[in-house]
């Protein structure tokens, strides 16, 4: 089975932060993706990359950062959390030219 | 733009009592339409790929058919353990594998 594993399920910061999100991916799949979710507004990607040390910005990149330094693994940076960073992450992956996203857990931030 | 539309934004069910949920979608060409389940404080989890219009899928009290502008999630006899969020995601041929996903269908099934 594909398994892909977030780092933290639950984060408490401080505003001004520096937080990372690591995500590790088993299946040697080309693409990942961080998305957040929150109530009402659904999934909004925020970063995807294609292929090791390659990033593309989502529809609300503002605020954040990614490196994909190797091919399983995919971390989303907030160089200084604010409290409109409180949200659920996700992080998925996919092989290379499918449609299907494999999630993991997720991971609740909360920054106070 | 890609856009997906899921309705009813909730839905709740008596266990047993059938229902549908819907997906309207508009895409230039679609490549794959995609069915998640996601339960509260998860990660979405993947359930079909549906690829042209007429095509059906089956996995357990759950089945999903397509046609040129929507699909549909049937749910047969459903239990309480159906309850969760259920999420539709269309891709499009030709362009960015990135799927547009639809905000998504809460369903309780009281027992």
């Known amino acids: 089975d594909v398994k892909v594993t977030q780092s933290s399920r639950y984060l408490v910061k401080r505003t001004g932060e520096k937080v990372f999100l690591e995500c590790v991916q088993d299946?040697?799949?080309?693409?990942m993706f961080w998305y957040r979710q929150d109530p009402g507004l659904g999934l909004r990607l925020i970063y995807f990359?294609?292929?090791?040390?390659?990033?593309e910005k989502g529809d609300i990149p503002e605020g954040y950062s990614v490196s994909r330094e190797k091919k399983e693994r995919f971390s989303l940076i907030l160089e200084s959390a604010s409290t409109n960073q409180t949200s659920m992450y996700l992080c998925?992956?996919?092989?290379?030219?499918?449609?299907?996203?494999?999630f993991g857990e997720g991971s609740r931030l909360t920054v106070l | 733009e890609d856009q997906v539309t899921q309705s009813p934004e909730a839905l709740r069910l008596q266990e047993g009592e059938s229902s549908s949920l819907n997906c309207s979608y508009t895409?230039?060409?679609?490549?794959?339409l995609f069915w998640y389940r996601q339960d509260p404080g998860k990660g979405p989890e993947f359930l079909f790929t549906?690829?042209?219009a007429g095509e059906e899928k089956e996995k357990e009290r759950l089945k999903a058919t397509l046609t040129k502008k929507e699909s549909f999630l049937h749910i047969t006899a459903p239990k309480p353990e159906d309850s969760a969020t259920y999420l539709c995601?269309?891709?499009?041929?030709?362009?960015?594998?990135?799927?547009?996903f639809g905000r998504g269908t809460s369903l309780i099934v009281h027992p």
């Open positions: 998925a992956s996919s092989g290379a030219g499918t449609g299907e996203l494999f």
């Open positions: 549906l690829y042209s």
């Open positions: 995601a269309v891709q499009a041929a030709g362009g960015s594998y990135i799927p547009t």
């Open positions: 299946m040697d799949h080309e693409n």
């Open positions: 990359s294609y292929d090791v040390k390659m990033k």
């Open positions: 895409v230039s060409g679609l490549r794959g």
